[in-house]
């Protein structure tokens, strides 16, 4: 009975970022900072140890003036469910510390600050740079503290972080159903601090197995990819676009891989 | 009984069997533990009970709805307010960082006077009363000694309660110097009220457009309302709506455009002019509107005919005869086309002609007050105050010509002339502004070429800054009276970039004042009583909330309650009555009969290239801006959240870089990252490089909005401010800079 | 250098109690001792053991907590009788699900804005804490490291369980007990339980990760993901 229950309530939270719409403006990365209370330094230029959970990414199709185009890509945790939604993410499967784990009721890839030792072999192991390390223990300047978020654990210096696809505004939306006598969420009562700042609307986040999700049927569009889909980790972030070289640009393909597959075939 | 060795062993191994079998060990492996995750320098952020307040964003002219989450009395987070009418729900990473301007250590905490040497950033704290009466006493000084008219204000703003309470008080005082900084608004109100007649401001019905053609406005950059801009951008793309974006460089806008256009820059009027050329020579135009409610049509399809043919703009524009003539047919054969113009966010007023010429487009289809179209709109009429009574010194300083010139016989047209009052507090023998006030600016930083603003900062012996925080122009004061931050204070903020709807907004205390503070209102309230007579006799309001909430009335209310108010009976005339101008009309000359070009119409008049400083031989390049939403350059910098968003091929820790196409660098033999001194007639900086295929052979492009003097080590000191190295191009006849770049050479460092 | 000679000795057996073990050290040091500490070898352990067991069941309990006492002491069973829904009149779920915790004293003051008994504690808090409108800087027995989320809503609400499961039975107490703070965490030993070997006769005695993994294995079949307790 109980079993059934928590059968019926499995959800697979996951995001459709129209990359048509983002205008690489940057509000997500911010809202998200805001939220998450993601620490700041007074140089963040070295983009290797800026931590930002979702980081829009510039691509350009290369080509020579005029004919250059950008497309901006913003990338939160992929929250990957691995080869048949096993939960084998690249990062759980190699934490040492069970500090990362794979939640099937949610499909939410979990970071737990206190769990974790900073072995970083999770940082490796994601495909997605995803993933980022506290070098340094956090500092807010004198009064700047007061803006901290009560949701969300201020973390520490030696353990990594990422996105958690605002987890904690789910446990409030839950909180909210329970008092009012519900199990289930509306689409819009949990939506990720990004999602809701994206001024453009080019976020869209849901269950990907809910009929009733925009989700759902995004997904499924012909303009739809994923990131490194080869690698089989199986992400929830779908992107769409209209253009080819952006869709071809979410993988890797080496020069001469069509030559390279021509010839083992 | 010996403790021998034995024995001693046999009590350790009693011990640790002991130990081990007590609790001692375990525990305290996970007490320690418990400890080592619960560093005492890591913040636990205090939990309580969640509220939102309803408020308005003013870290730009954008004004959108915000609402901000507080936990008991702390404010967390800022979001935007959902069903708002400029921003429905979205919200830029600039009003997301908004609160770390707030609690941020930079704050001004209480009064401050200067001690060291102007810019020095020495000061003194003293008493809001001190400051107060230092103030009422230089003001009563110079206006017992008649010169009253030497006293000047700077404001971002002209509209609300709070500017219009300094221009109050300025009148009753005396002195017609009430100034607010430049921006592309100064050029659209001239050309509406030289084309349509009367004071209106333009507004832009973007999201009913289905043909944008862009003339170099930053669309998604921060152009207008940005984050209203990126929602009409997301309709434009579910309505499939075509953009084209004429610009020298691949912006975020260009780039998310359908066709980008590179032009050579400057020469976006004589594009336009194109364009009309075709739309007229092919008929395309919208007869009822040309031929019924223009006054001057054929006027100027004679001049358009007769000089600006496809070919000639080809050659001015460097973009190709097909292009135009494909670009003209789409723009006319759109349902609801919109040409706009107002280059990058809009911070520079840009040339009339260009505007003049965009808005010329708009008016050949018709597009004029309907919807999906540029519309004429007038300001929130709400403010009914009593009329100033003015005293004998306060009249005769009325009369005095404004340092500026903005509206004397040279520039009738002007309202607000910010870069020539630069010039004659420089040029004067004895600076004809002996005290200045400036609220919602930083001129020393946003005004091109600021070297000399800063020396006309220096000749003006009494400064004042209602500033927060120590910015370029707060450091160059005599006294700082902070004002609240936006979020611990009440505040009306008439909503105008760009809008096509009525709105007044509400800012409100959604916090306490976080340090010794007042409201800029109070000051203003305060002074007045100070000073007494008939200045005090205008101010009959106890305080600002007071005045605010009589003037407000019947709306207070809602705004209090939504943190804006619509006007439900918005609209804007239609055709018939829709023109104040001489003729009653529209005018497609009006810019041109200002000009001169009454009788006899020239191209010139309509088109005369805006000439940049420095000789092609010494300075080969072309030095142009760009902007973008990642870094904020009005009067406000970059928050620590903004700035870290700024990518490592923008700013890499202090290094600025220039955008360069490869080909252009080839010529230089320079590659990516490498150093270079970028030299202009006006200044030199030290510069990374970075290629970019998507900018135009022979242009380097710099962004706005970095080399800050402050107000934290988050902003300060990283990269280098465009406008050091830019100068002021006067537009002859009507005043305004309008600046697009500058000429420069490159050497690798 | 005497090692080796130890080493000879103690091979030989301690077959009876050694009736010389008073005498004097000078004569026989070596010999005394191997002979000697054959006895009391097992006393020196017992003697340890005991020591050990003593420090670490009896003193390492009373130096690890310190005492603490409340800033005032609260009669939870008065309240209750006084209020209508129980634990919830004061402790009650906001609109949007959370939980408030302990009241704050806005919450007091709609009683207590003046003083209404005798007791000399609601005295002292009427006039050190109302009067001066400062916050009661109550000591938090139930209080949990910040990386923990408790969903108050979901085991009071969705589950409908009694608040006495985790909290016993403090809303019939007529005093507040010592707070014991933990000096190593900071948190109050209720955490851990009173008893330092971590045995629990009730379900209120401990409030560890492993209290709660146990019940919602037993409950809900799964010990729950990371994210469900830890933010």
Known sequence: ?265 | MKLNRRNFLSLGVGVVAGTTLSPLPWKLMDDVSIWTQNWPWTPVPPDGEVTYEKSVCTLCPGGCGITVRKIDDRAVKIEGIEGHPVNDGGVCLLGLSGLQLLYGPTRIKSPLKRVGERGEGKWQTISWNQALTEVAVKLGELRSNDRSHTVACISGSDQGTVPGLLNRFLTAYGSPNYIRTPSIHDSYEIALSLMHGGQSSAGFDVENADFVLSFGSGIIDGWMSPVRMIKANSIWKNEKSKVVQIEPRLSNTAAKSDTWVPIKPGTDAALALGLAHVIIKESLYNKDFVEKYAFDFNAFKTIVLESFGPDDVAKITGVDKKTILSLAKQFAGASKPLAICGRGQGKTPGSIDEVAAVHALNALVGNINKPGGVWAVSQPDYIKWPEVQMDAVASSGMKRERVDGAGSEKFPNANYLLNRWVGAVNSSKESPVQALFITDANPCYTLSDTSVVKKAFDRIPFVVSFSSNINETALNADLILPSHASLERYEDVPLSAGLTKSVIALSKPVVKPQFNTKHVGDVIIEIAKKLGGSIEEAFPWDDYETCLKATLGDKWDALVENGYWSDPDFGVPPWEGAFATGSMKFEFLGVVRARGGEKDVQAKHLFTPVTIEGNEKSYPLTLIPYDSLRLANGSIGDPPFAIKTVEDTVLKHKDVFIEMNPETAEAYDISEGDYAVLNTPKGKARVKIHLFDGIMPGLVAMPTGLGHTGPDEYLAGKGINFNELIGPVEDADFGLDVVWGIRANLTKA | MTTLDDKAKEVSPDVVGDTNQTSSPDNCNCENKGKDSGGFILLFFIIGLAAALVAGWIIFPKLLYSQKKQPIDFNHALHNELVEEGCESCHFFREDGSFSGVPKLAQCIECHEEVQGEDPEEEKFVETYVANENEVPWLVYSRQPDCVFFSHAAHVKAAEMDCTVCHGHIGESTHLKTYEENRISGYSRDIWGKNIAGFKKNTWDRMKMDDCAKCHQKETGSKGACFQCHK
């Open chain 1, 1 to 265: 009975m109980k079993k059934e229950h928590k059968h019926e309530n499995t959800k697979k939270f996951g995001m459709v970022i129209d990359l048509d719409k983002c205008t690489g403006c940057g509000a997500c990365m911010v809202a998200c900072m805001a939220e998450n209370n993601v620490p700041f330094k007074k140089d963040e230029s070295d983009k290797l140890d800026s931590i930002t959970w979702i980081c829009v990414y510039k691509l350009t199709n290369g080509k020579s003036f005029p004919d250059t185009e950008i497309c901006y890509l913003p990338r939160p945790c992929m929250h990957c469910s691995g080869i048949g939604e096993h939960g084998h993410s690249p990062c759980v499967s190699v934490c040492p510390a069970t500090a990362t784990d794979y939640d099937h009721t949610t499909g939410i890839v979990s970071q737990i600050y206190t769990r974790c030792f900073g072995c970083r072999y999770c940082m490796a192991a994601c495909p997605y740079h995803a993933r980022y390390f506290n070098w340094w223990d956090p500092v807010w300047p004198e009064g700047m503290e007061k803006s901290l978020n009560p949701d969300v654990s201020p973390r520490m210096r030696g353990v990594v972080e990422k996105c958690s696809f605002c987890f904690h505004r789910y446990q409030a939306a839950m909180d909210k159903a329970y008092t009012e006598g519900r199990r289930e969420l509306e689409e819009d009562e949990y939506q990720t601090a990004c999602t809701q700042a994206c001024p453009a609307g080019a976020i869209t986040f849901g269950d990907l197995d809910n009929p009733d999700h925009k989700v759902y049927e995004l997904k499924k569009s012909p303009n739809a990819f994923r990131l490194l889909e080869r690698l089989k980790t199986n992400p929830k972030v779908y992107y769409l676009s209209s253009r080819d070289w952006v869709r071809k640009a979410g993988d890797n393909y080496l020069e001469a891989e069509s030559k390279v597959k021509k010839k083992i075939v």
